[in-house]
């Protein structure tokens, strides 16, 4: 009997080391893939990717790129991740800033949906669906602003270049002599180039951005999972005990919590029970909410210090999409009279769903159908 109870305990921790070392050989694919989209980008373009992306040569339709592809995709760590690895192949940082921004904005229809299921019940679903739309208000709001002073001062790709010159910006002392990361990956990375490489450059290139992609997808997917089963438990722990303990609270504790399930889809949809249940007030979660915009930046930051090729602009954009979110949170919430729109926003649209459900689809298909195709409309008159 004694046996059998020390048996147990130590064939659970067991378990529980290997899926963290699991974890840790999916990141190391993540970021290995990245370095393959950037080098198959690189070898499929020739050097000429600000031709290739000529169709996204202003910002809306940037904005639209990024704004279907994550509502696609349904995860902004895959397409910022991918967009890391295409400017480390040669995609323009300017041309990348309002893909970063669609993403955020493309990220928040997961929530949103998760919310419709609790149309049944009428005052479930209008608190539900308040707290899955703040966060899509926020974002709109926050592109609204910062999209007209990149166009004309490009902010935000020179706080990202002054960023990335911490670390690319004097020889030696650079993170290229000392990545241990970018070192380790370099050996998977160089194998897979090689192998598609007898395919020609044009196909090679493809198929290797391909293969890139899939391994974005399965890694962050597989994350995701195991996170989830490893910390879901702590950070429902975590967001219960800091909710409506005050803003900064809340967002130091969005950020930590989708730092560990590495998807802010994730962390925003396990708000919306919370709210339809009427547990928290929306004012609450609202700060959480912000939180989870920052904490999904990680992992392109991440992958980007382990790019090769073009690694200075691929930090860059991930330093980009980092300060963008950071700097959404100061103005929008640090200013009283920008912090309670996308509230009132929210509050107006949950009653109104609530009242008319064809409300609620019409919102979604504005939102993520309708806006991107009148912004290509916007961007084909340019």
């Not at 192949?89 to 309002?98: C, D, H, K, S, Y």
């Not at 974002?139 to 166009?151: D, G, H, K, Q, T």
């Not at 004012?283 to 989870?292: S, V, W």
């Amino acid at each position: 009997m004694k046996n059998n109870q020390a048996v147990l305990p130590n064939r659970s921790e067991y378990q529980n080391y290997m899926q963290w070392a699991m974890v840790a050989l999916l990141v190391y694919l993540l970021i290995c893939a990245v370095g393959m989209i950037g080098g198959g980008f690189k070898m499929a373009t020739g050097g000429h990717a600000k031709e290739l992306f000529a169709f996204a040569s202003n910002p809306f339709a940037g904005l639209v790129v990024g704004i279907v592809a994550t509502a696609l995709i349904q995860s902004s760590s895959t397409v910022t991740s991918i967009i890391v690895g295409l400017v480390a192949g040669g995609l323009p940082v300017e041309l990348a800033v309002p893909m970063v921004m669609g993403a955020n904005v493309g990220t928040s229809i997961t929530n949103t949906i998760v919310s419709l299921g609790h149309v049944r019940a009428k005052e479930e679903f209008k608190r539900a669906f308040s707290a899955a739309t703040v966060h899509d208000f926020f974002n709109l709001l926050s592109v609204a602003i910062f999209l007209p002073l990149e166009m004309a001062f490009g902010i935000l790709e020179k706080l990202g270049g002054s960023l990335s010159a911490l670390f690319y910006g004097s020889g030696d002392t650079s993170i290229n002599s000392f990545n241990i990361v970018k070192s380790a990956t370099a050996p998977v990375v160089n194998t897979v180039k090689n192998a598609t490489h007898s395919l020609g450059d044009q196909i090679g290139g493809v198929t290797l951005i391909l293969i890139g992609i899939a391994l974005i997808f399965v890694a962050i997917t597989m994350v995701g999972k195991l996170l989830k089963k490893l910390m879901v438990g702590k950070a429902k722990d975590i967001m219960h005990t800091a909710i409506g303990r005050g803003p900064l609270s809340g967002i130091a504790s969005g950020t930590l919590v989708t730092i560990f399930v590495q998807s802010s889809s994730t962390t925003t949809s396990l708000m919306v029970p919370l709210a339809g249940s009427g547990a928290f007030r929306l004012k609450d979660i609202y700060p959480f909410t912000l939180g989870a915009n920052i904490g999904t930046c990680v992992t392109a930051v991440l992958a980007a210090t382990a790019v090769t090729g073009n690694a200075a602009a691929a930090l860059q954009i991930a330093f980009i999409h980092l300060t963008y979110n950071i700097l959404g949170v100061v103005v929008i919430y640090g200013i009283p009279m920008l912090r309670e729109l996308p509230v009132k926003a929210a509050e107006s649209l949950g009653a109104t769903a609530s009242e008319n459900k064809f409300a609620a689809l019409a919102y979604v298909l504005g939102v993520f159908f309708i806006l991107p195709a009148v912004c290509l409309g916007v961007s084909s008159l340019i």
